[in-house]
Structure formats: C-alpha cells, structure tokens
C-alpha cells in the first residue's frame, strides 16, 4: 500500500521560510514525477511544482525564483523549500506521486502566511 505522508506546515510570516517533506512508502511501480500542489479557500487545486525522476522541474509562475522542489532518494522524500512566503500562499499543500498510470495523494499540510 502506497502512503504519502507530509510534514513541515505551519504558521510563517510574510518574508519567512517553511520546508515541506513528502515521506513516500510503499511499491510504487515506476515513477514518472513527484510534485506539489495547494488549494486555498474556495479555490481550486493547483500545482506548485513538480519534478520528474530525470530530474527536470516545473513551477507555476507566481512561486518561480522563490521555491524549490527536490527528491531525496536516501529518505524517499520529495521536498519543497519555500522562501520569501507571501500570504497569497496560505493553502493546503498536498505531495502527488504519479506512476504513469495514476496518481497518489497524501492528506496535506496547511501553510499559513500572516503577520
């Protein structure tokens, strides 16, 4: 059974830094990327980043430059650095595994951005 477990949410002040992990466990076929996506009140869910085994990253615009997404294959983990956090980043962020033939979630971590 595939599990995505994130930590590292919490409350940042604008300007501040949080660091999102994703724990990975379970058989997991063949992975063809690993990503972030966040949902905020009475959106829908977007994607932040992703990054394929291969190692080539994708940001959607408003994060570029100030978070970065990264694999650790020694921990299994799939992490996101969030810089220069902004309260328009207030959201839930879930970790997404996607093995070419569908895609696994984990239960999120909530950001809060405030002063």
């Known amino acids: 059974q595939v599990q995505l477990v994130e930590s590292g949410g919490g409350l940042a002040q604008p300007g501040g830094s949080l660091r999102l992990s994703c724990a990975v466990s379970g058989s997991i076929f063949s992975i063809n990327s690993m990503g972030w996506y966040r949902q905020a009140p009475g959106k829908e869910r977007e994607l932040v980043a992703d990054?394929?085994?291969?190692?080539?990253?994708n940001y959607v615009d408003s994060v570029k430059g100030r978070f970065t997404i990264s694999i650790d294959n020694a921990k299994n983990t799939v992490d996101l650095q969030m810089n220069n956090l902004k309260p328009e980043d207030t959201a839930v962020y879930y970790c997404?595994?996607?093995?070419?033939?569908?895609?696994?979630w984990g239960k999120g971590t909530r950001v809060i951005v405030s002063s």
């Open positions: 997404n595994v996607y093995d070419f033939s569908r895609n696994y």
């Open positions: 990054i394929t085994i291969g190692g080539s990253t």
